[in-house]
């Protein structure tokens, strides 16, 4: 009997075992495409990913680059003062989207062109992502409002 017990016992630890790990990668498995790394523009400059690669980039919309084409695909050049991408963009842009302001855009780089399927821009007048401030501190571009 005590040895019935103590083989119970141990069927059920691996059992729970074998769940756990099976849960794990499944979580892992489902979340591989949900986690997108930053890169800033000099990062993306130096080092492309692969063009299958979703990403999120991140920097100021570089003045004088913001064109409206037909229909509804847009086109700007985002910065972090190091290096300049070129974004195209089809969609409804943010309000707050603006020339010379911080965005963040969620796509993949395609011969040399970020192509966004999202783009965030700051939600109120002071706001700006960590990511893109610590992306233009580290250009030296980046200058706090008073």
């Known amino acids: ?50 063009p299958d690669q979703v990403f999120r980039i991140g920097g100021l919309v570089e003045p004088g680059t913001l064109i409206r084409g037909q229909g509804e695909t847009i086109r700007f050049n985002v910065t972090d003062g190091g290096a300049s991408i070129p974004v195209t963009y089809s969609g409804v842009l943010p309000d707050l989207f603006n020339e010379g302001e911080g965005m963040v855009g969620t796509g993949r780089l395609v011969d040399g062109v970020f192509q966004a399927r999202e783009i965030l821009a700051r939600h109120d007048e002071t706001y700006m992502p960590k990511e893109v401030i610590d992306a233009l501190k580290e250009q030296g571009v980046y200058k706090p409002d008073a």
């Open 1 to 50: 009997m005590k040895g019935l017990k103590k083989k119970r016992r141990i069927q059920i630890i691996a059992l729970a075992v074998v769940a756990l790990t099976l849960s794990t990668a499944l979580i892992g498995y489902a979340m591989r495409d949900g986690i997108n790394f930053f890169i800033a523009p000099s990062q993306l400059a130096e080092n492309p990913p692969a």
